[in-house]
Every structure is written in C-alpha cells, then in structure tokens.
T-cell receptor
C-alpha cells in the first residue's frame, strides 16, 4: 500500500531555531506539494514541485522558508529562523497525471 | 482564479440522519472538484471527485456528491450518518482531473454525529 511518509510527525522547538521537515513521495509520483494547516488560515499551499523543479512557491514566506527536492524520493521544507506564528501542521502530498493526490500524515510543528 | 466556499463550519446530525455538507465553487475554467475527509490527527483522505461525465459521483463510505454547474455547487451527502463519519470535511477545486495540480481548499466543515 503506497503512502506518502513525513518525518518528524511532531516537532517542538524554540523561536529562532532551524526546523527541517522531510517528505518521501509515493514512488512514481512526479509532483510534490507542501500545504500548511492552521486554525486561522485553514489549508493553504506553500509550494509545489514537478519533476523536482519548483513550479510555485508564492505561498511561502521567502525570507525564512525554503523548499527543495534533492532527489525524486525526498522533499524538504526548512524554516530558519522559526517563529511562533509558524506553529501549524505541515502536510506533504504527491501526485501524478493519471492518479489522484495523496497526503502524508503531517508534521505538527510547535514553536515556543 | 479558483475558490471554494463551504457553508457551515460545524454541522451536527443524529446517527442515522441525512448528512448534507455544502460546497460552492468559483472558477474561470471548467473545474475539477474534490471532497477530502480528515480524521483527528491524520492526513487528508480522498472521498470522491468530479472530473467529467456523470454529475452524480459516488465515493467511499457511502458518500456521494452532485456537480451542479448552474448552481456552481458540489454538495456532499450521505443518506444515513454513522458515528464513524465524525471528522472534518474539505471541498477543493483544481484545474486538473488528476493529482498533479495544486488544490484550493475550502475552510472545512466539522461534522459531529449525535448518538
């Protein structure tokens, strides 16, 4: 049963620290999405990649957030420095033409 | 630009009663519409989707939704609610029938089932 995996599942950190979240997309999926879920904003797209190239990162605060795909099996989302307002659940999803979009279980980030 | 509006952030129904969750969309191009469900502390799971063809689509767990272009709606229904249906439901719109385009989500509807 193919699944999107995300690590860590939970992260508590202090303001100013660097946070790195990782995602392993489903094998064969060439499109990877990063979404953020908060009570206030709901689910919003941060960035997405196709064939490892960034297509849209307009939803991401550029000064502190960065997203990369070092290879086809790994996507990373980094926050440096982290702030309390970054506390949220971060979801990774993957998809491809001919298939649906599958979501990972999320990383719950708390910035103190 | 595309957007989705979900009416009612919280809906409560009695076990066995009809479930109706509302979703209206706005799109300048033919929309592809999805319903996702999120159980507590879990990711989103696809319930059903409308791409083209039949306007009444059936999904998992007995849910179905009808695409009504004239009303720009895609409401989710289930004839008889079960306790296990308690979750948050998200309507989404995109420009692709597949999973390779970004989704624009509504704000979600939390469904509570009353025993």
């Amino acid at each position: 049963d193919a699944r999107v995996t995300q690590t860590p599942r939970h992260k508590v950190t202090e303001m100013g620290q660097e946070v790195t979240m990782r995602c392993q997309p489903i094998l064969g999926h060439n499109t990877v999405f990063w979404y953020r879920q908060t009570m206030m904003q709901g689910l919003e797209l941060l960035a997405y990649f196709r064939n490892r190239a960034p297509l849209d990162d307009s939803g991401m605060p550029k000064d502190r957030f960065s997203a990369e795909m070092p290879d086809a099996t790994l996507a990373t989302l980094k926050i440096q420095p982290s702030e309390p307002r970054d506390s949220a659940v971060y979801f990774c999803a993957s998809g491809r033409e001919g298939d649906t979009q599958y979501f990972g279980p999320g990383t719950r980030l708390t910035v103190l | 630009a595309q957007s989705v509006t979900q009416l009612g952030s919280h809906v409560s129904v009695s076990e066995g009663a009809l479930v109706l969750l509302r979703c209206n969309y706005s799109s300048s191009v033919p929309p592809y519409l999805f319903w996702y469900v999120q159980y507590p502390n879990q990711g989103l799971q696809l319930l059903l989707k409308y791409t083209t063809g039949a306007t009444l689509v059936k999904g998992i767990n007995g849910f179905e939704a009808e695409f009504k272009k004239s009303e720009t709606s895609f409401h989710l229904t289930k004839p008889s609610a079960h306790m296990s249906d308690a979750a948050e439901y998200f309507c989404a719109v995109t420009q692709s029938p597949f999973g390779n385009e970004k989704l624009t989500f509504g704000t979600g509807t939390r469904l509570t089932i009353i025993p």
